[in-house]
């Protein structure tokens, strides 16, 4: 596969940690020290729908393409006002792309490069021509606002790629190890007569510290796995693009890895943590402003609930 286009969209709001302060018992060189947020974007007046509509819209417009171009459609998506039917035949009917298959997956954070690699599949078989990948998330819902662990991180966003038959994957590598505790969410469901056991819903729970042994031990083990599946030295990668969770997990990751600051971009501290959405985000951004030309070599690396880790090596082509 190869991306031939990429959007991205982002909620008007934009939240500063001085904002937070006035009702979280936290303040902006607290959250800033230990996270490396200082604003994040949180949908008010939008909708969720409406970011991944202008996220496609952009990708499309890239790509030279028309919604009737698009024969497959994935989302990744960890939750929205719809359990069913799924966010991406919500999406194509709001697109216009008729009669498509669609398809949503839950890998949490790591959503992006599963679905390349899905796509890569598909477009392998010979089943699918142009697929569009969709990382739509909202992350601000289901989170405790009256607790400052959780809320300061996140953000919601959406961006999307296209992506058509090439050779630029040149390597991937997806893990998950099942560790509920560390990161969950958990819903109450609909009232049920015949259900005799106790149920219960909970905001995000995460444990900080084993997220952040868990992120930075994976994705220093897949970065160097893939790498070394592409025949790619460290030094040939011209950007290292990392799911934008944590400042302190990035840095850890790249003095681990011993590249410059320079290769390894970050938006975090203005967009926050978007989910599944921050890889891609920060990839149409790279895009969007010329900072990559073709041949160039990249790395992505991703980690989320589950616990699931991805990461790949892309030769980019563009479009």
């Not at 607290?30 to 996220?55: C, M, N, P, Y």
């Not at 991180?153 to 961006?159: K, V």
Request: proline share 3%; charged share 20%; hydrophobic share 40%.
């Amino acid at each position: 596969m190869k991306i031939i286009g990429t959007g991205s969209a982002l909620p008007s709001l934009s939240v500063s940690n001085d904002m937070l302060a006035a009702f979280l018992d936290t303040s902006d060189e607290w959250i800033s020290t230990r996270t490396g947020v200082k604003h994040r974007r949180i949908l008010s007046t939008e909708t969720l729908f409406d970011l991944a509509t202008q996220a496609v819209e952009q990708a499309l417009e890239q790509a030279k393409l028309t919604a009737s171009d698009i024969d497959y459609i994935i989302c990744s998506n960890l939750v929205n006002i719809y359990a069913t039917p799924s966010f991406s035949s919500i999406l194509q009917g709001r697109i216009g792309a008729a009669n498509c298959p669609c398809l949503d997956i839950n890998t949490a954070c790591t959503g992006f490069v599963y679905a390349l690699d899905i796509a890569d599949a598909f477009l392998k078989a010979g089943k699918v021509k142009n697929a569009l990948i969709v990382c739509a998330e909202e992350p601000s819902r289901i989170v405790d606002w009256t607790e400052r662990d959780a809320s300061i991180l996140f953000g919601d966003g959406a961006a999307a790629a296209i992506v058509v038959p090439g050779d630029d994957l040149r390597a991937v590598y997806l893990s998950t190890t099942s560790n509920i505790d560390s990161l969950y969410y958990q819903r109450k469901l609909e009232f049920n007569p015949f259900v005799k056991r106790k149920e219960y819903g909970k905001p995000l729970v995460m444990n900080g510290r084993e997220i952040f042994r868990l992120a930075v031990l994976n994705s220093i083990s897949d970065i160097n796995r893939v790498l070394d599946t592409a025949g790619v030295q460290k030094s040939d990668v011209k950007f290292y693009v990392l799911h934008q969770a944590n400042m302190r997990i990035i840095e850890a990751i790249r003095q681990n890895l011993g590249e410059p600051e320079e290769k390894f971009p970050h938006n975090l501290e203005h967009y926050g943590n978007t989910a599944s959405a921050s890889l891609p985000i920060l990839l149409d951004e790279l895009n969007k402003s010329n900072q990559l030309q073709k041949g160039d070599i990249l790395v992505l690396s991703s980690f989320g609930a589950g616990f699931a880790t991805g990461a790949c090596v892309l030769h980019w082509s563009g479009n």
